[in-house]
Protein backbone atom coordinates (compact mmCIF):
# COMPACT_ATOMS: atom_id res chain seq x y z
CA UNK A 1 0.00 0.00 0.00
CA UNK A 2 1.35 3.67 -0.74
CA UNK A 3 0.76 6.37 1.18
CA UNK A 4 -2.19 8.66 0.49
CA UNK A 5 -0.75 12.18 0.58
CA UNK A 6 -4.06 13.73 -0.09
CA UNK A 7 -7.34 13.87 1.81
CA UNK A 8 -9.12 14.50 -1.30
CA UNK A 9 -10.93 11.85 -2.95
CA UNK A 10 -10.71 11.28 -6.25
CA UNK A 11 -12.74 9.67 -8.81
CA UNK A 12 -14.62 10.20 -12.18
CA UNK A 13 -17.75 11.16 -13.37
CA UNK A 14 -19.79 10.83 -16.12
CA UNK A 15 -21.89 13.86 -17.34
CA UNK A 16 -23.63 12.12 -19.96
CA UNK A 17 -25.02 9.74 -17.36
CA UNK A 18 -24.23 11.29 -14.35
CA UNK A 19 -22.54 8.26 -12.34
CA UNK A 20 -19.43 8.37 -11.08
CA UNK A 21 -17.13 6.31 -9.23
CA UNK A 22 -14.20 6.45 -6.37
CA UNK A 23 -11.40 4.33 -7.27
CA UNK A 24 -8.70 4.47 -4.28
CA UNK A 25 -6.67 6.62 -6.03
CA UNK A 26 -5.24 10.14 -6.21
CA UNK A 27 -6.47 12.90 -8.71
CA UNK A 28 -3.12 12.69 -10.11
CA UNK A 29 -3.02 9.17 -10.56
CA UNK A 30 -6.80 9.28 -12.23
CA UNK A 31 -5.50 12.45 -14.92
CA UNK A 32 -2.87 10.49 -15.68
CA UNK A 33 -4.89 6.99 -16.15
CA UNK A 34 -7.10 8.81 -18.42
CA UNK A 35 -4.60 10.55 -20.78
CA UNK A 36 -3.06 7.15 -21.39
CA UNK A 37 -6.11 5.09 -21.62
CA UNK A 38 -4.89 3.98 -24.60
CA UNK A 39 -1.79 2.77 -23.70
CA UNK A 40 -3.69 1.17 -20.53
CA UNK A 41 -5.82 -0.53 -22.92
CA UNK A 42 -2.89 -2.24 -24.11
CA UNK A 43 -1.03 -2.99 -21.14
CA UNK A 44 -4.61 -4.85 -19.76
CA UNK A 45 -4.75 -6.57 -22.68
CA UNK A 46 -1.54 -8.33 -22.29
CA UNK A 47 -1.34 -8.56 -18.59
CA UNK A 48 -3.53 -10.96 -16.59
CA UNK A 49 -4.37 -9.39 -13.36
CA UNK A 50 -1.07 -7.16 -13.11
CA UNK A 51 -3.24 -4.10 -12.96
CA UNK A 52 -3.86 -2.28 -9.58
CA UNK A 53 -7.19 -2.55 -8.84
CA UNK A 54 -8.36 1.20 -8.77
CA UNK A 55 -6.67 1.24 -12.67
CA UNK A 56 -8.61 -2.06 -13.80
CA UNK A 57 -12.09 -0.16 -11.97
CA UNK A 58 -10.90 2.97 -13.28
CA UNK A 59 -10.21 1.64 -17.01
CA UNK A 60 -13.57 -0.37 -17.16
CA UNK A 61 -15.51 2.85 -16.40
CA UNK A 62 -13.63 4.70 -19.11
CA UNK A 63 -13.77 1.58 -21.56
CA UNK A 64 -18.11 1.97 -20.57
CA UNK A 65 -18.45 6.08 -20.94
CA UNK A 66 -15.59 5.99 -24.11
CA UNK A 67 -17.51 8.68 -26.24
CA UNK A 68 -19.13 10.38 -23.17
CA UNK A 69 -17.74 13.27 -21.42
CA UNK A 70 -15.98 12.35 -18.18
CA UNK A 71 -14.53 14.43 -15.65
CA UNK A 72 -11.87 14.07 -13.09
CA UNK A 73 -13.38 15.30 -9.90
CA UNK A 74 -12.91 15.65 -6.09
CA UNK A 75 -14.81 15.63 -3.03
CA UNK A 76 -13.84 16.18 0.44
ZN1 LIG B 1 -21.56 7.75 -19.49
Do not use: N
Not at 4 to 33: H, K, N
Amino acid sequence: MTKQTSRMTAGYFCEDCEVSIWPAAPRSELAWLKDRIHVVREVAKHSQGGLDIWMADGLAFLEEHRDHSVLVVTKS
